[in-house]
């Protein structure tokens, strides 16, 4: 797993959200439910995070992500959307992968780093092909552990 946040399997699923608000919802109680974490206030940072700009990263990519009070490390949640969402992205496509990221409020870099990993597994052209032909969220899962394990070594 990558030392930078940590991902458990029960955060990844697979959503058929109609829009971007409906989506961040959905991430939110994944947080909530493989965290043990308080869905509406996830959503309540998510959505405040989203107010200051788009985190609609291109390549059909979200990166919602947000500080988060009582963490001891960043946190991830992957979901990949049954239909593309309009998501204000920078390159203006629709998004149908999201990589949320929770991280503690007081983390500073550390924050940074784990977007920076993300990021790093978000632009590789052939894992996203892959991570769009998975057809299970443990297929994702085992894609997703597998580019960290690599990362990380």
Known sequence: MDANFHLTPSAVAFTDAPGK???LSFIAGLFADSYDLDAPSIEAAL???E???STGFGRRVALPH???DGLKRPLAAFVKLD???EYEAADGRPVDMAFGLLS????GVTHLHALAAISRTMRDTDRLRQLRSA????AVYALLTNV???DAA
Do not use: W
Request: overall charge negative.
């Open 21 to 23: 608000a409906e989506a």
């Open 47 to 49: 959505l405040q995070r």
């Open 51 to 53: 107010q200051l700009g």
């Open 66 to 68: 947000a500080r988060f």
């Open 83 to 85: 239909h593309p969402v």
């Open 104 to 107: 503690p409020s007081d983390c």
């Open 135 to 138: 057809q299970s969220p443990d």
């Open 148 to 150: 960290s394990d690599r």
